[in-house]
C-alpha cells in the first residue's frame, strides 16, 4: 500500500510499482498506452485475505476506494485467464464476502459496487468467445474487443478455467451469459480430448486444432483439472463430475509414475518430459478434495523434499538428473505448496504438515523478505532476487499459510477457494444436486484408517466396487483408482480375481501362474 498502490503490483526491492494487467501471462505486450495508470490489482486481489485476516475497517476502505476509481473502460490488451481469476474473481468473491450477513461489514452503505464493476468486466470478455468454435481468444482489449490479427493460440487452461467466476457472475446478476460461454468453451476443449481422456497444451481457437500435444498437470492446464472438480462443487451437475473422472484417471494412468508426474503426448500416452514444476504442486491438494488423501501424501512429499533441497521450489526441476533446469531456476513466491499443505493438514491434522507450513513460512522470510515487501528468487541456486512481488503472493501464498494456522474462517464456511485463492460459498440455490460431503451436518473429522476410506463421497464415486464391497474388511485403499485383487495374497483364477493397479490405475490381469499383476501394457 505505501509503494504500489493505486498501481498493479509492488516493485519490494527498488520500492516502486508495475502496471502489470496488460502483461498478465506469458506474452509481453509491447506497448503501454500512455495514460495507463494500473487497476489496483493487488488490491482487488487481497480484498478477501482482509476479511480472512479479520480486517474489516481496511475491506470496507479497499470496496468503497475501487468502487469510486476502478475503471474498465481502458485501452489495455489483457490475458483473459489471468483477468478472469485475479479480477473477476477478486470482485466477485469480495462482493459476496461484502454482502454475507454472518461477516459484520458495514452493509447499509454497501450497494453492490463490486458486483456492478465485475458484469462490466464479464461483459467486455464476451466478445473473446466470438470463434468459430466457442473458444475464447487469450487476448482481449478492454475497450475495443479483440484486437486485428490477434493471435488465436491460446492454452487448456485458458479456454477451461473460466466456470467458476463467469458462473458466480451469472448466477449473482441472473444474466446467464457469463456461464453459458464459459460452458459452451469448456464442452468444446473437453471435445477435443483424445481416446485416452488426455487433452493437449495449446490449441487454435479459430480451428478448434491442437498446437501442443504434449501436456501434463502443470503450466497451461492445471486449472483445467481443477474447475472440472471445482464446478461440480460449486455448481453441482453431474457433467462436470463425469468430466472430472475421466480426466482424473487418464491423469493418474498416463501421466502419474510413483509420486510424480511427468507430461506425455495426450495422443499415445507415451512420457513426454520428466519434469517437476513448482505449478504441479496444487495436485496434491486437488486430490485431497476428491478423498484420495494416499496418493496427495506421497506427491506433497517429494514436492517437500525439493523445496527443501533449494530452500524454495525451482519452476522446474529434471526428474531424471535431479538438478535445477538450465533455465527455470526461479521462484516467483508462488502458492501452490503451501496450498496443498493446508489442504493436506484439513484432511489429516497431521502435526507434519503443520511443520512443513513452519519451514515454507521461514524460508520466505530467510530469502525472499525485503525492506519493500518479498522479493520474488531469480535463481534458487544463488538466491538472487528480482524485484517483482506478484499479486497472487497475498491473494494464495499468505493466505493459505494463515489458514494453515488459523482456520475460523474455513473451518465454519463451507467455501471452494478459486485457482486465485477467492473463496465462493457452496450455496444450494446454484447447485443441481448437492453432495453429502458437503453438507455441514455430513461433514466427516478424520480420525482413523477406515474414516480416511470414508471421508469424501467423491471417493466412493471414483471407486465404487472397493466401496460397495462391505462383505468383508476392506483392504487399504492406496488411491482414489485402487480397487484391491480379490484375495490378499494376490493369488487368482481369472481377470475378475484382479483389481487395479493403485499407482498406474490400470486393471491387473491374473497371470498364468495365478498371480495378479501388470502383465500387460497397452
Ligand atoms: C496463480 O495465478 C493461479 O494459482 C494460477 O492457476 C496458476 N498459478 C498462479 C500462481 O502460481
Known sequence: MIYAFPHDE???LTRTFTDSLSELGNLKLEHLPQDYNGSALTLIESLSSLIILGNHTEFERAVFWLSENLNFDVDARVNLFECNIRVLGGLVSAHILATDSTIRFVQGSYMNQLLILAKDLGQRFLPAFETPTSLPYAWINLKHGVMVNETTETSTSGCGSLILEMGALSRLTGDPRFESAALRALRRLWSMRSSLNLLGTTLDVETGEWIEYSSGIGAGVDS????????????????????FQSAYLGVQKYFRYGPWYHEADMRTGKATYWQLTSLQAFWPGLQVLVGDITAANSSHREFVHVWKKYGVLPERYLLDHQIVHPTEKY???????????????????????????????KSLNLYTRVNGGFASVRDVTSMQLEDHQHSFFLAETCKYLYLLFDDTFWASRNYVFTTEGHPLPVLR??????????????WTYVKDDMQTRRASSMSL????ATMLDSWRPAPPIESACHIPD??????????EDCGVDST????????VSGYCGLWQFS
Request: proline share 8%.
Open 486 to 495: 480379490s484375495r490378499s495374497d494376490h493369488r487368482c483364477l481369472t481377470d
Open 429 to 442: 440455490d446454484w447447485h443441481d444436486r448437492l453432495p453429502e460431503a458437503y453438507i455441514p451436518s455430513n
Open 10 to 12: 509492488l516493485k519490494p
Open 331 to 361: 521462484y516467483p513466491l508462488r502458492p501452490e505448496l503451501a496450498e496443498s499443505t493446508f489442504y493436506l493438514y484439513q484432511a489429516t491434522k497431521d502435526p507434519w504438515y503443520i511443520e512443513v507450513g513452519e519451514s515454507i513460512v
Open 504 to 511: 498406474s490405475c490400470r486393471r491387473r490381469s491374473c497371470s
Open 461 to 464: 464415486q471414483l471407486c465404487p
Open 224 to 243: 483445467f483439472y481443477e474447475y472440472l472438480y471445482k464446478a461440480h462443487i460449486l455448481f453441482g451437475k453431474e457433467e462436470y463430475w463425469r468430466m
